[in-house]
């Protein structure tokens, strides 16, 4: 199957649909292609493809995320005489940035994040879910997870930079500041608004694990001012499938992807309009598998 990006900044739901048809009983057989973060095989100890095209389609999204923060930066760093190199910031706790992400290369990532992890333990990546199960133990998918997971939370580095760049060229042509960006809510945050929809639980892993509420009902309660309601997602998320805690935490990443997408709507609108004599494009990407 081929399956593009049809926009810069693409939503999940538009992916999911283009490569439902794939997503089959019996299953059948994909390819994995060369992606940022996704190594090959995506689970060495574990076959399962549906949820394998399921992971494809996120870091799709995420390819076609990072692809367009590299167009909002070539431009504007290229303006004030500077290297992309230079001002992007590091994952935390690793020397990876940006472009090692598009290096399409995952070994470095998963052993600079697991590297991390081990000299300062998860509060480093604050959008990193501890533990990913609170009633399983799967390795491979925990890593995959772990993965996508610090790397939604240094999108939220990268608007940051993103946003500092832009005021500094609009200063230096005098022209009116980029309004702040609306602040994503932190995991602790995110968590506590599920918790508190639904009372009587002891814990978010009790109150996924206990069947009581849908993915669509759990996540619908994350309601973040500035920030527009995360559509529904497929149901089942995961065709021919079932696990609460899996299917909660790929729900939660395409959370993060939603609410990183919001504000990078905001910066494209400014940058093709106030800033548009920079020349900024977008290309957009796609894959075969």
């Known amino acids: 199957m081929h399956l593009c990006a049809s926009t810069p900044i693409p939503d999940f739901n538009s992916l999911y649909n283009g490569a439902l048809s794939a997503m089959t009983f019996p299953?059948?057989?994909?390819?994995?292609?060369?992606?940022?973060?996704?190594?090959?095989?995506?689970?060495?100890?574990?076959?399962?493809?549906?949820?394998?095209?399921?992971?494809?389609?996120?870091?799709?999204?995420?390819?076609?995320?990072?692809?367009?923060?590299?167009?909002f930066l070539t431009p504007l760093t290229s303006f004030l005489g500077l290297s992309l190199s230079s001002i992007l910031p590091p994952i935390?706790?690793?020397?990876?940035?940006?472009?090692?992400?598009?290096?399409?290369?995952?070994?470095?990532?998963?052993?600079?994040?697991?590297?991390?992890?081990?000299?300062?333990?998860?509060?480093?990546?604050?959008?990193?879910?501890?533990?990913?199960?609170?009633?399983?133990?799967?390795?491979?998918?925990?890593?995959?997870?772990?993965?996508?997971?610090?790397?939604?939370?240094?999108?939220?580095?990268?608007?940051?930079?993103?946003?500092?760049l832009i005021n500094q060229v609009t200063g230096n042509l005098h022209l009116p500041a980029m309004p702040a960006l609306p602040t994503l809510p932190t995991l602790a945050r995110i968590e506590a608004m599920v918790i508190a929809a639904f009372p009587g639980f002891g814990s978010l892993t009790a109150l996924i694990n206990s069947g009581n509420a849908s993915l669509n009902a759990l996540l619908?309660?994350?309601?973040?001012?500035?920030?527009?309601?995360?559509?529904?997602?497929?149901?089942?998320?995961i065709p021919n499938y079932s696990s609460y805690e899996h299917e909660f935490n790929e729900g939660l990443n395409v959370l993060y992807s939603s609410l990183v997408a919001y504000p990078m709507t905001l910066i494209m609108s400014f940058v093709t309009g106030t800033l548009s004599m920079l020349g900024f494009s977008f290309p957009t990407v796609c894959i075969t598998f």
Request: proline share 13%; no cysteine; hydrophobic share 45%.
């Open 27 to 71: 299953p059948g057989s994909i390819s994995i292609p060369a992606l940022p973060t996704l190594p090959n095989p995506i689970y060495p100890d574990i076959s399962n493809i549906n949820g394998e095209i399921v992971q494809l389609v996120q870091e799709l999204q995420s390819y076609q995320m990072l692809t367009t923060f590299t167009a």
């Open 92 to 164: 935390p706790g690793t020397a990876l940035t940006l472009i090692d992400l598009l290096a399409m290369n995952p070994a470095p990532i998963y052993s600079g994040i697991s590297a991390a992890l081990a000299a300062h333990g998860p509060s480093i990546f604050p959008y990193l879910k501890t533990p990913i199960f609170g009633s399983l133990s799967v390795p491979s998918i925990e890593l995959v997870t772990t993965v996508k997971m610090v790397v939604k939370g240094y999108m939220n580095n990268l608007l940051d930079t993103v946003f500092g």
């Open 220 to 237: 619908g309660a994350v309601v973040v001012p500035g920030f527009p309601a995360l559509p529904a997602l497929p149901v089942p998320l």
